[in-house]
């Protein structure tokens, strides 16, 4: 079946350093790919999405490029803030009833 | 914009009692879902609803029931409370099952611990 496997956390940062979070993904046919974000406290929020191969997502200075060829959808930021962090989820829609799959979350903490 | 509504914000149950977690959302959303999350395994789908009066399983539906008699509101029931079911719950809802790429509207979770 579908899966997503993400590095496990935490993972902490300087402020203004660089962030990958690495994803990767099993699926059949062509999933949708997303990162979504959970601040303390609070639920899931999207942060950025692909529908199609090659596609790059970006919202806030992040990115993440959909690599079919690598089943991979990596998280990035050129330079992380404070305000960043949080829980990071990939996640993969696949098949007729918009199921969400999650990764198990990676940790993010930025330190000034 | 209220968006998703999900009460209580914390829940302290005994084994064996009931209770029923509320989940609404004024999106006119037609697809719904329950969501627990546990430390090291994220979130795992219990059950959803793609439109009034339509339910159905998700990967961890055992002790939970659900039905959809509106659009607005989803709850999730817990019949017989156990430990096991000691979690954070979310409710997610989206404009359209089959939209692809269609983002999910998370609410702000329910914190349920069984003693």
């Known amino acids: 079946g579908n899966s997503v496997t993400q590095m496990e956390g935490p993972v902490t940062l300087s402020e203004e350093a660089f962030l990958t979070i690495n994803c990767t993904y099993t699926a059949t046919g062509y999933p949708s790919l997303f990162w979504y974000v959970q601040y303390p406290g609070e639920g899931l929020q999207l942060l950025l999405k692909?529908?199609?191969?090659?596609d790059k997502g970006s919202n806030k200075g992040f990115e993440a490029t959909y690599r079919k060829e690598t089943t991979s959808f990596h998280l990035e930021k050129g330079s992380v803030q404070v305000s960043d962090s949080a829980v990071y989820f990939c996640a993969l829609e696949g098949g007729a009833t918009n199921k969400l799959i999650f990764g198990t979350g990676t940790l993010l903490a930025v330190q000034p | 914009n209220a968006g998703v509504t999900q009460t209580p914000k914390f829940q302290v149950l005994k084994t064996g009692q009931s209770m029923t977690l509320q989940c609404a959302q004024d999106?006119?959303?037609?697809?719904m879902s329950w969501y627990r999350q546990d430390p090291g395994m994220g979130l795992r789908l219990i059950h959803y609803s793609v439109g009034a009066g339509i339910t159905d399983q998700g990967e961890v539906p055992n002790g939970y029931n659900v039905s959809r008699s509106t659009t607005e509101d989803f709850p999730l029931r817990l019949l017989s409370a156990a430990p096991s079911q000691t979690s954070v719950y979310f409710c997610?809802?989206?404009?359209?099952?089959?939209?692809?790429?269609?983002?999910?509207?998370f609410g702000n979770g329910t914190r349920l611990t069984v003693t």
């Open positions: 692909a529908t199609k191969a090659d």
């Open positions: 999106m006119n959303h037609e697809y």
């Open positions: 997610a809802s989206s404009l359209k099952p089959r939209d692809r790429g269609s983002p999910l509207h």
